[in-house]
Structure formats: structure tokens, C-alpha cells
């Protein structure tokens, strides 16, 4: 009976942290304490370990048996620390012998009853963090393999249960791995296509400029008009995401528990379209057992709020910082923790309440006055944040009928990733990179019109009344313009499109 230390991880945020479990077996009257869980998982925990340790054929000490997780300071959670533990007890009790090679490995995984592994949330985080030690070995269960495998430069023993642990760390176990399905053609990132859409040019083109500058949107139109169907479209023909931003997404996926159990790393843009009836803590994230929200899940990729006016209007104040920063802190007792959340927000709604204002098929029945409360219900300040804003008729009986004749994604992809490369570009060594983003120093340095653009501009700003926080907007979304056309200068087509989609300022809103 000894003393026994044995290494695991949890994951705050994103980021992993290595955890030590030292287990301490003593004479003594019996009993099981672990210090550094919460209450409730402690409990949980110890009848796991105790039960599985048993059913694994093995015998569980009578006796003292004391667990610490250090560092005291690191919140853990989650059940993933039942197999560092049973492991530490088992070689305290001598049952089994971690030879030098195994004792530096870090061990995670949640262990049933019966002794089997079950997986754990955070895994791949663990393995991506774990690539900096000296010796990156990394135990987990079975079911985790391919999501560990995926980060290069770790060695990772999969295990069906703790009688196959025991084997490894004896030295007698056969690697046997799961197979990997890494198949991954270029179509399949893109799904649903663009061609699929008919008619709708002006909205496909104004899609194209969003995902071109990386500007947030907002559709206007009766239901059936293909809202929907655009949004869904939209990561197919943003540029491909780069093994970074692939991993940032896994890592992201792996803490929710969302990858499937054979899943290679995530390299098809997000689209999530969380209902209007969402919580906060959903959308952004938190709980009382931290998890990334839907705006985190949406990172690299599309936020889509379809009838936007039914969200709550305190949504505005939860989606603030990440719009802004790209980001979500989540304040606990035990400090803060941070997702990324880096998306294109696209929102699409009604033109009012009925449906069918402004439609040339059917009659709105709302009156004027329901019309603008329909849409001041959309809080000023979250309009703000979105740069165009565009109508959405409804095409015609003919048109739907037709055949399919848009362009393919594909071919809009290669156009959106040419005006990014100019982006990126001009934006080297910045905080920021897409048009979207920049500050109004960037907007005066960046977005210089010629003579007659610049006489349009203000022209449109009278005639149109527009407002002065409209004016850096148009002066983004002409600078993408500008770049789709491969133009250094803003030029008077350009600032006449962006002004275009400023439908709110023009039409409805009050
Ligand atoms: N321009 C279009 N081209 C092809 N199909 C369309 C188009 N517009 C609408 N549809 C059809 O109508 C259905 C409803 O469109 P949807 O995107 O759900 O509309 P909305 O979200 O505006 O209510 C789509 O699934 C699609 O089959
Ligand atoms: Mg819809
Ligand atoms: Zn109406």
C-alpha cells in the first residue's frame, strides 16, 4: 500500500489543463475521500470507480484511500477522471505496475459499472494541448479514438475498459485501433447549392458580397420567398476553412460532446439556426456545467436567426460581444472562461407581422402602424451590427417551375475567395481581416471614393435621409464591392450598390 500519481486533463474554455491524481491507500478504517471535485461528482465518481474496479476482477482496498487533484485552483468537472483515478488505486494497491513510459501518459475517460470506458467530452482539446509535452501519450476510450487521432504528434491507446488499461500498462496489450475515416472530396464541402436557387439574382449577388466581405445581412420577405434556402447556402461558398480555423471548430465540437463517434476534424463551415424560443445560456453559452453555446458553434461559420423580430430583444445584449470581440466570457464563481465566437451573423423576417407586405400575390391586412411595430421590434442597436439589409420578393409561379439555371457555389466560391485574398492582404499584421471588421480609422484610410462616388454618397445621404452610422456601412460593403471588381478606389457603381442595401434606412424603419 502506497502512495500512487497518475496524470489527467480537464478542459476549461477550450484549453486543456493537466490535472496530477495522486491516490494515497493506508491502513486504516475504511474509507474514500476525494478532495479537489464538487460535491455531487465526488459521489458519483467514487461508486463508478469502486464498482468498476470490482467487476473488472480486481479487489478494491479496505482500507484508507484518499484522492487529490492538484492543483487545487483548476475547476474540474465531469466525469472524465474516474479512470486516472482507478488506475492511481490500482498501482497503489500493487494490482498493477505503471512502468516509467506509462506513468508520464495522461489518462482520461469515464468508467461504467461494469468496468467499461465510456467517452468523455473535451478530447481532442486534450490531445491538441498534449502536443507539447515531452512524451505525448495520451489514454482514452475507445469511442474517443478518432477524435484524438485527428491531432498528429500524440500517441493515443484507445480502451475498451479498465481490464484493457490494466493490460496496457502491464505491458501486455495488443494496439488495436478503430479505423479512421479521413475521406474528405471538395464537394462535400459545399451541401446544398447555390444552383439549386432560381431567379433571385439580386439576392444571390448581395449573398455573395456577405460572404465576400464577411458582412453580417438581414432578409426581408414574405414566407417562401427561399430566405431559408440562401442561408443554408452560404458556408458553401465562403473560402475553405484552413487547418487552424478546422481545429479551432473540432476543438469547439469535441468540448459539447458533438463529434461523432467516427468523426474526422471538422472542415465544412458551420450553419446554426437556433430557434427564436432559445435561452440565453443556449445561445451564448455558460450553465451551471459550462458548455459552448450556439454563437460557438456557429464560430468560422453562419448564425442564421430566421424571424429575427420573434427573439427576445435582449438577445442584442447577449449577442454584443461576440458580434464584437468574436468572443463570449462567461463570468463563474470560479473565474471567467471564453469561447470563441467568430460568425456571420444572417438573419431573415417577415416584412410584417401578417407576411405579405410590399407581396404582389396576396394582400397584407396589417395597418400601418402594425407594420412599423412589427419592425421596430428589432432593436436599433442590433441593426446596427448588420451592414446590408436586402428585400426578398417572392419569384414568380413560371420561375419556380423552371429549371434550376444559377451559378454553381463553387463558382461564387472562387470569386469570394479572390476578394478575401485582397483582404487578407491589405489587412496583414491587423487585428482584423475581412472588410466587415474594420474600424472607422481603417474606413477612411481604406475607402477613399473618386470624385463622383463621393458626390453620390452624400446626394444619397440627403435624398435618402440616411443616418451617419449608415454612412461607414455603405462605405464597407462599397469596399467589397470594389474588391469582387478588383478596384483599388470606391467608384460611383460601387457606392450606388452598397446603397442598395440599405433597405431599412430607405423604406421602412422609423
Ligand atoms: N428562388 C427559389 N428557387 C427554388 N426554390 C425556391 C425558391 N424560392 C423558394 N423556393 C422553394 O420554396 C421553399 C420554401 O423556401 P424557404 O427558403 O423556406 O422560404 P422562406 O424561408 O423565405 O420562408 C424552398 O424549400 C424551395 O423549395
Ligand atoms: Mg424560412
Ligand atoms: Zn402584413
Known sequence: MSLAKVKSSTVIGVNAHFIEVEVDVSSGLPSFTIV???????????????AAIRNTGFEFPIGRITVNLAPADIRKEGPAFDLPIAVGILVATGAIHLTEEMA?????????????????????????????????LLVVPWNNYCEAAMVDDVEV?????????????????????????????????????????????????????????????????????????????????????NQSEALEVTRIYSV??????????????????????????????????????????????VLFLDELPEFKRDVLEVLRQPLEEGTVTIGRVAGTISYPAQFMLVAAMNPCKCGYYGDHTRNCVCTPAQISQYLNR????????????????????????????????????????WARSLQQERYSGRKFHCNAKMDSRSVRKYCQMDKEGSALLSRAMKTLGLS??????????ARTIADLDSKDGLEATHIAEAVQYRTLDRRYWI
Not at 38 to 49: L, N, S
Not at 161 to 187: I, K
Open 157 to 241: 491507446f484507445p480502451c475498451r475498459n479498465l481490464h484493457e488499461v490494466a493490460a496496457l500498462v502491464n505491458g501486455h496489450y495488443l494496439p488495436e485501433r478503430p479505423v479512421v475515416d479521413t475521406a474528405s472530396d471538395e464537394d462535400s464541402l459545399v451541401g446544398e447549392d447555390f444552383s439549386d436557387v432560381k431567379g433571385q439574382d439580386a439576392a444571390k449577388r448581395a449573398m455573395e458580397i456577405a460572404a465576400a466581405g464577411g458582412h453580417n445581412i438581414l432578409m426581408i420577405g414574405p414566407p417562401g420567398s427561399g430566405k431559408t434556402m440562401l442561408a443554408r447556402r452560404i458556408p458553401g461558398i465562403l473560402p475553405p476553412m
Open 36 to 50: 479537489g471535485l464538487p460535491d455531487t461528482a465526488v459521489q458519483e465518481a467514487k461508486e463508478r470507480v469502486r
Open 378 to 417: 428589432i432593436s436599433g442597436p442590433l441593426l446596427d451590427r448588420i451592414d446590408m439589409h436586402i428585400e426578398m420578393p417572392r419569384i414568380s409561379e413560371e420561375q419556380l417551375m423552371g429549371r434550376p439555371d444559377g451559378e454553381p457555389s463553387r463558382v461564387i466560391r472562387e470569386r469570394v475567395c
Open 104 to 136: 508520464g501518459a495522461v489518462y482520461v475517460g469515464e468508467l461504467s459499472l461494469d468496468g467499461k470506458l465510456r467517452p468523455v467530452t473535451g478530447v481532442m482539446p486534450t490531445a491538441l494541448d498534449l502536443r507539447s509535452a515531452e512524451h505525448p
Open 256 to 301: 459539447r460532446g458533438l463529434l461523432a463517434d467516427n468523426s474526422s476534424l471538422i472542415n465544412k463551415r458551420s450553419f446554426r439556426s437556433p430557434h427564436h424560443t432559445i435561452s440565453n445560456v443556449a445561445l451564448i453559452g455558460g450553465g451551471s456545467y459550462p458548455l459552448p453555446g450556439e454563437v460557438s458553434l456557429a464560430h468560422n461559420g
Open 468 to 477: 451617419a452610422r449608415a454612412y461607414d456601412r455603405i462605405l464597407k460593403v
